[in-house]
């Protein structure tokens, strides 16, 4: 028997079977249970890979260069979580993970599963990979980061003089793959391709 548990009330319900376009509900709080929408692997699989591929400038070019009294500094995504480790070494820690290491490790496992698909392999990893790309996505949070870069630029920039270096435009660049890709997965359409065989 094919059941599903609703995340919010834990019932227990026979998934239903859907035609692409409805959303099942759970019959206690009507929360959604799950949309059923064909995801399309090769897509996804052209924006992880294009992610991966951006992942290393967005992360190690310079973001922004100060200027203030003379003095011009450039600083990257990962100089600037590294610095937090002597102040702050827990929120360091959050920052690395839910911008850098998340995001990569998301696109990794969305690019190993769609791969499968594509490929019609059913691996023994994919399962785990499946699992994990489902924590990913409430973990990577890429954007929270760059809404507070930017307001910390508009702080900045009434007492110092602003350059955006090449960096900030991979950032962003990944951050909308890294949206994208989240919009087009479909974790039942995935998990459907792994149990039937």
């Not at 019609?120 to 790309?133: C, E, H, I, W």
């Not at 090449?166 to 149990?195: K, P």
Request: with cysteine.
């Amino acid at each position: 028997m094919n059941t599903i548990i609703c995340r919010h009330c834990d019932l227990v319900s026979e998934r239903p079977v859907l035609t692409k376009g409805y959303v099942a509900k759970c019959a206690r709080c009507q929360h959604t249970l799950y949309k059923a929408k064909a995801a399309n692997a090769k897509k996804i699989l052209a924006l992880a890979l294009t992610a991966l591929l951006l992942a290393p400038p967005a992360f190690s070019f310079s973001l922004v260069s100060v200027h203030l009294l003379g003095v011009t500094e450039q600083t990257n995504l990962l100089q600037g979580a590294l610095l937090l480790i002597d102040f702050a070494p827990i929120v360091a820690f959050v920052v690395i993970f839910c911008a850098v290491v998340a995001p990569v490790l998301l696109a990794a496992c969305m690019c190993f599963s769609s791969a499968c698909i594509v490929l019609n392999k059913r691996p023994r990893l994919l399962s785990p990979v499946l699992k994990m790309t489902s924590l990913l996505i409430h973990w990577s949070m890429l954007e929270v980061y760059i809404v507070s870069f930017m307001v910390a630029l508009f702080k900045l920039n009434s007492y110092a003089d602003l350059y955006y270096d090449n960096g900030l435009f991979f950032l962003v660049a990944l951050l909308i793959l890294n949206m994208s890709m989240i919009c087009e997965y479909s974790n039942a359409y995935y998990w459907d391709f792994f149990t039937n065989e």
